[in-house]
Structure formats: structure tokens, C-alpha cells
Antibody, heavy 126, light 107 residues
Framework: QVQLQESGPGLVKSSETLSLTCSVSGDSISSYYWGWIRQPPGKGLEWIGYIYYSGSTNYNPSLKSRVTILQDTSKNQFSLKLNSVTAADTAVYYCARGPYCSSARCDEPHPNFNLWGQGTLVTASS | EIVLTQFPGTLSLSPGERATLSCRASQSVSTNYLAWYQQKPGQAPRFLIY???SRATGIPDRFTGSGSGTDFTLTITRLQPEDFAVYYCQQYGSSPLTFGGGTKVEL
């Protein structure tokens, strides 16, 4: 059974860097798309970015200048860094798995998100 | 960027009734790459539908997705108590990936 678990600080000071890790069990991150999505309190979902097999990434243009997603295949984890945070970055951050994607083929050109972590609330505060 | 507009914002129904949720795209969604999710309070979204009309594994057949191009619908026949939640559509045909604002199905 595949499981995703977000981890990282729940409180980040304004202007500093938000760092989260998604640990994946039951599947290899060398296959599939892996993404980050966030949800401000009481609001809707916002796609942040995704990473896939070779470490290639795609980011939301609205966040691109501040976002980095990396993978660590030795730990079967992928991570999110969002720098220069403000109160507007306060949200529940989810990691999620997309469709199969490897060096051989990708089932979709971009991912939907068929499996989600439980989410972690990150508060950006001065 | 494809903007997804969901309507109505809130749907007030009773168990056993039929729910019809709409998702309209600002431009055509490539190859009908449209997904639906269900979210209950305090929980992560749950994947329901992909490719506009294909049910994800384990999703009951009372959930049906339909539509193409710019207009998509999620229909829930015979609402069950556990179906009261917020529903989001998402397009993954082009980047940036975008979500609709959600429809709340309430009792």
C-alpha cells in the first residue's frame, strides 16, 4: 500500500524559507509524477509544482521564482522549498502522486493527483 | 492559463437526491484531461474521476463524470450521507495545472 507523509516545520518566519519533505513508502519515486499542492485556510486548492523521473520539474508560474522541488531517490523522498514566505503562504501543504511516468513512458503529459498525503499546516508569521 | 469555474458554489440537497455539479473551462481542455476530487473537512482530497469520465479505483458507480471541451459535469446519483463534501475539478491538459474553486454539497 502506497503512503505519502509530509514533514517539516509548522511555523516559518516571514521572509524565510519554507522547507517540507514528502516520504513515500510502497512505491519508487523514480516512477510516477510527484507533486505539491497547497490550500490556504478555508480556501481552494493551488498547484505548486511537480517532479518526475529524471528530476525534471514544472512549477506554477505564480510561484516559480520562489519554488524548488527536488528528489532524493536514495531516501525515496521529494522536497519543497519556498523562499521569501509571507502570510499569504500560510496553508495546508499536500504532497501527492500522479500517473505513471518513467524514462520509458509517461501515461499523461501532466498529472492529475490520484494519491495524497494527509497534509501539513504551515503558518508563515512574523 | 485555463481558468475553471465551478457552479453552483453550494448545493443543498437531501440523502437519496441527485447532485449535478458543473465545471466550465475558459478554454478547451486538451484531450479532456479533467479530474474531480472530493474533500471532507480536515481531510486530504480524494481522487474520484480522471479523463473527464473514468472512475478511479474503488469509486462507487453513483459518481459519474461527463463532458468535453469546456463544459464538464459530475453527477452523484442517490446521495449518501458520506457524499456531503466539497468537490473540486482540475485540468491537467496544459500547464499551469489549475483547480476550480469548488462546489459544496451540503445537507
Amino acid at each position: 500500500q502506497v503512503q505519502l507523509q509530509e514533514s517539516g516545520p509548522g511555523l516559518v518566519k516571514s521572509s524565510e524559507t519554507l522547507s517540507l519533505t514528502c516520504s513515500v513508502s510502497g512505491d519508487s519515486i523514480s516512477s510516477y509524477y510527484w507533486g505539491w499542492i497547497r490550500q490556504p485556510p478555508g480556501k481552494g486548492l493551488e498547484w505548486i509544482g511537480y517532479i518526475y523521473y529524471s528530476g525534471s520539474t514544472n512549477y506554477n508560474p505564480s510561484l516559480k521564482s520562489r519554488v524548488t522541488i527536488l528528489q532524493d531517490t536514495s531516501k525515496n523522498q521529494f522536497s519543497l522549498k519556498l523562499n521569501s514566505v509571507t502570510a499569504a503562504d500560510t496553508a495546508v501543504y499536500y504532497c501527492a502522486r500522479g500517473p505513471y511516468c518513467s524514462s520509458a513512458r509517461c501515461d499523461e503529459p501532466h498529472p492529475n493527483f490520484n494519491l495524497w498525503g494527509q497534509g501539513t499546516l504551515v503558518t508563515a508569521s512574523s | 492559463e485555463i481558468v475553471l469555474t465551478q457552479f453552483p458554489g453550494t448545493l443543498s440537497l437531501s440523502p437519496g437526491e441527485r447532485a449535478t455539479l458543473s465545471c466550465r473551462a475558459s478554454q478547451s481542455v486538451s484531450t479532456n484531461y479533467l479530474a474531480w476530487y472530493q474533500q471532507k473537512p480536515g481531510q486530504a482530497p480524494r481522487f474520484l474521476i480522471y479523463g473527464a469520465s473514468s472512475r478511479a479505483t474503488g469509486i462507487p458507480d453513483r459518481f459519474t463524470g461527463s463532458g468535453s471541451g469546456t463544459d464538464f459535469t459530475l453527477t452523484i446519483t442517490r446521495l449518501q450521507p458520506e457524499d456531503f463534501a466539497v468537490y473540486y475539478c482540475q485540468q491537467y491538459g496544459s500547464s499551469p495545472l489549475t483547480f476550480g474553486g469548488g462546489t459544496k454539497v451540503e445537507l
